[in-house]
């Protein structure tokens, strides 16, 4: 095998040239994939050109590692990233309804001093906690890890989240008669951690998009948390600002 050379970063041409075995089905879907020292044999490179080169085909959702049987390749090819726009209620509504959720656990728990300060609410208070996957409706590749926190009057929402379900927003609206006042998004960049990288087949401390949205009355209480850990290269935020209306406005203010 020739050795690869150094017009790019080392990682990223063997990433390529093993995305490309993978297409032509040098390795299976289904196979166990090399190890890291094979492939540093073959490819006369360092582990850790290996590792970077792996770790990106992990995060594409072409291998994964699973328990027992070592590096699995899960995928001819890498998947797009879905790709949402979050920023208006209306756009919320539809997001929610164009994807599955599948509920893996739920648990109640009391707020200590740290969650209480993550969700913003008040200390000791009760929760409702259900840990989730959400997938789009014709890939099994799970784009999030979403947990959902709601207060326990509105536990009785559980049977809905599953599937294609409503957003939490109307499910609160429609099936508690609760306003809801304010919906708060929070976005920031982060690494993924360990429970939500296993579920979702990447590796522990890939970059990850967080978003947590909260659930307000119109007084302020929070009433449910949706927070979701999406995995950088299965996941695409996008929004759009008309500037038409910003321009007639002022051009009428001119005139």
């Not at 726009?85 to 001093?113: I, N, P, Q």
């Not at 989730?132 to 959902?148: E, H, P, V, W």
Request: hydrophobic content about 40%.
């Amino acid at each position: 095998m020739p050795k690869i050379s150094d017009a790019k970063p080392r990682y990223l041409i063997l990433r390529e040239r093993l995305e490309n075995d993978i297409a032509k089905g040098i390795y299976p879907v289904g196979s166990i994939f090399p190890t890291e020292e094979q492939l540093g044999i073959s490819y006369q490179v360092s582990r850790h050109t290996v590792r970077e080169a792996t770790r990106t085909l992990a995060e594409r959702g072409l291998i994964a590692k699973r328990a027992g049987f070592g590096t699995v390749v899960c995928a001819k090819q890498a998947a797009a990233p879905y790709i949402a726009a979050l920023g208006t209620v209306d756009e919320l509504f539809k997001y929610t309804e164009a994807t599955r959720l599948e509920v893996l656990e739920k648990h109640s728990m009391k707020a200590d001093m740290a969650l209480a300060q993550v969700l913003d609410c008040e200390r000791d208070s009760l929760w409702i906690v259900f840990n989730t996957q959400r997938f789009t409706l014709d890939k099994a590749t799970a784009i999030s890890f979403t947990q959902i926190y709601l207060r326990p009057e509105f536990e009785s929402i559980a049977h809905q989240l599953h599937g294609r379900h409503k957003s939490i927003f109307k499910m609160l609206e429609e099936d508690h008669q609760q306003p809801i006042g304010q919906v708060k998004q929070d976005i920031e960049a982060t690494l993924m951690p360990l429970n939500a990288a296993k579920l979702l087949a990447v590796p522990k401390n890939s970059p990850a998009l967080h978003m947590r949205r909260s659930y307000l009355d119109a007084k302020g209480r929070l009433l449910a948390v949706s927070s979701n850990l999406y995995a950088a290269s299965r996941f695409k935020l996008t929004t759009a600002w008309s500037l038409q209306a910003t321009n007639n406005s002022k051009k009428s203010g001119k005139s």
